[in-house]
Structure formats: C-alpha cells, structure tokens
C-alpha cells in the first residue's frame, strides 16, 4: 500500500512539475553575463537558448534584451524578467524559485 501511494505521488508530481518550464535566453556574445544557477531551480524544468543560433525562438518569444528569463506553464508565459541596460540579470535564483513554487502550488 505505501508502495503504491508512493508511485501516485510522484506520479502526480511529475505531472505537476514538468508543466512548469524555465528558460534563458541569451546570446554567445553575452554569455559572460548569463545566469549560472538555473539548473538549481527545482520542481520545474530549464533549458536555455541562443538567441543568435536560434533566430526563430528570438522572433516567437520577442527577445530584445539578453539575458532574459521566462517561466511557462503548460506553455503560457507566466514571468518574464529581462536585463537591465548593462545586459545583467537583475533577477535573483529565490525570485524566480519563489514564482516557480507560486506556479506548481496553482496547479493542485
């Protein structure tokens, strides 16, 4: 019995959690100021995109300032932080947990 409550949970939990999508997007010629902690945020999944391989991803998600930061949920846009004018994130690894935590605590 406790085996199978086990499974459910994270069964359920893995539904929950892979709903929710962090992505950076940036460029090679601005990777000294990228985020290098975005593989540290939990209960969602990262990725990260190059802005000047990837053309079609800066025009779908009109990327004008690199870095930027944008949380989804089941492919909605939830947040978006950019950079400031220096091109540096602003946006602390707690700030973007803290929207991540908000997001996967709305879907239950």
């Known amino acids: 019995m406790k085996k199978l409550l086990l499974l459910m949970f994270l069964s ?3 539904i929950c959690f892979s709903q929710v999508k962090v992505i950076q997007f940036n460029a090679n010629w601005n990777s000294a100021n990228g985020v290098d902690w975005l593989s540290k945020l939990t ?3 990262t990725d990260q995109i190059d802005i000047a391989i990837n053309k079609e ?6 990327i004008v300032v690199v870095p ?6 089941h ?3 939830v947040k ?3 950079a400031n004018i220096m091109m540096q994130m602003e946006a602390k690894l707690e700030d973007i947990q803290t929207i991540v935590d908000e997001t996967v605590m709305e879907s239950f």
Not at 57 to 62: C, E, G, I
């Open 12 to 14: 359920i939990s893995t």
């Open 57 to 62: 991803a800066q025009a779908k998600y009109k």
């Open 43 to 45: 209960d969602c999944r």
């Open 80 to 82: 978006r932080y950019q």
């Open 68 to 73: 930027t930061i944008i949380v989804f949920n």
């Open 75 to 77: 492919g909605e846009e």
